[in-house]
């Protein structure tokens, strides 16, 4: 399902009069052009469908364009070494950075090597295109959707701490803005107290794909229910519980804290905690897929108790280990659906498969910048109960209409 596919509607969630910040620019790294391709569009089509005298003030410079999309490029030596080009002017501008430090995809060659770029290597391509921008733009603002090292948030003992150390580079260099989603801990925003760090949840846009792909679902406690796979999704999973006026429940794994295995402490045991699961459909929220074993797991324990289908909603689907796994799972109806965001690569094979939506997120990502360009509140887009209260209500009247 292509979320973003709906009509260029413009955003009169404010007066179209609002003096913007600047005029906007997009820079799209490597693996980010087709992402940003949506997002250029939804901004383009708003802005021409707005009809404003006021537009013609020199306020408004830049207000429309036939493409916000910097032209931008990270060439490489043969040596491995790169550097970042700035082609178009962004003196004044307000400039968003859209970064996917996830997508493998990318190469480069190294003499006769080909590599494949790592998170380290979008990384410093980031910072290349901060630089060359050369301190002329006027604000900065950087949408890295996984949140670079995340998962190194906080200190183990003799531990390097990258996430907080990256925050701190990119504000030093002129930042002002981190937009992010699903962080890992959010705490780690501490590390830079003085500038603006969001993380934001695709919520509304899962419970929008899921009423898309299904006719049958009751929203209600009797018959559906939200379900974390550790105690660390807890807020995600209540926030979700709560604005669809379920139960939810959370599995607590119990892991062996004197050793590790590929850094992390091994599962134990999983014990579940909440109501009883037997014929009710289950959502699974997370924040993201590596491996698949967690998911795997929580899958098959709830189906032996005897759950009635079992939806996955994952923002990062990264799937680290291949797909053959999920296949095996769908087959023997243990899983019914896995909707992950289009926020990260998503290969050609993940996007074939029948068991897999493709959450897309460009209409969202639009909104956000032309909110911020306006320096209007994003708290609606942080916290979306009214958008969906709506859906819920809208999907509720086709049911009973459709019976």
């Not at 090597?113 to 921008?133: F, M, T, V, W």
Request: glycine share 6%.
């Amino acid at each position: 399902m292509d979320i973003d596919q709906e009509q260029y509607t413009p955003n009169s969630d404010f007066e179209e009069e609002m003096v913007p910040y600047g005029p906007i620019g997009i820079i799209a790294l490597k693996g980010t052009k087709d992402l940003a391709g949506r997002v250029d569009n939804f901004l383009v089509n708003w802005r021409k469908e707005r009809s404003s005298k006021e537009h013609d003030s020199i306020l408004f410079k830049g207000y429309e364009k036939d493409s916000f999309v910097l032209n931008t490029e990270t060439p490489r030596f043969g040596s491995g070494e790169g550097k970042g080009v700035i082609h178009d002017s962004t003196r004044g501008a307000d400039l968003y950075f859209l970064c996917d430090v996830t997508n493998y995809s990318i190469t480069y060659k190294v003499g006769s090597e080909i590599n494949h770029y790592s998170p380290d290597d979008h990384y410093q391509d980031l910072k290349r295109l901060i630089a060359a921008s050369s301190g002329r733009a006027k604000r900065m603002t950087v949408i890295m959707p996984f949140l670079y090292e995340g998962r190194i948030h906080n200190r183990d003992g003799r531990e390097s701490l990258d996430c907080a150390q990256m925050l701190k580079e990119l504000v030093s260099m002129g930042v002002s803005n981190i937009i992010t989603f699903d962080a890992n801990d959010p705490r780690v925003q501490n590390a830079i107290p003085l500038h603006g760090f969001d993380t934001l949840s695709p919520t509304y846009q899962y419970i929008k794909a899921i009423c898309h792909e299904y006719d049958d679902i009751d929203f209600d406690s009797d018959h559906l229910m939200v379900v974390s796979p550790d105690e660390h999704g807890m807020r995600r999973a209540i926030y979700c519980a709560s604005v669809v006026g379920t139960d939810m429940g959370m599995f607590y794994n119990r892991k062996d804290y004197t050793r590790k295995v590929n850094g992390q402490n091994p599962i134990v045991a999983s014990e579940f905690l909440g109501a009883d699961v037997a014929g009710k459909d289950v959502v699974i929220v997370d924040d993201m897929i590596s491996s698949g074993d967690t998911l795997c797991d929580v899958a098959k324990n709830l189906k032996a108790r005897n759950a009635k289908r079992v939806f996955a909603c994952v923002t990062f689907g990264l799937f680290t280990e291949g797909l053959e796994k999920f296949d095996k799972l769908y087959e023997e109806g243990i899983i019914d659906r896995i909707f992950t965001t289009n926020l990260v690569y998503q290969s050609p094979e993940l996007l074939s498969r029948e068991w897999y939506t493709s959450v897309r997120l460009g209409k969202y990502l639009a909104l956000l910048i032309d909110y911020l360009n306006h320096d209007y509140s994003i708290s609606s887009l942080l916290n979306p109960v009214d958008r969906i209260n709506k859906v819920l209500a809208r999907y509720k009247e086709q049911r009973n209409a459709a019976k």
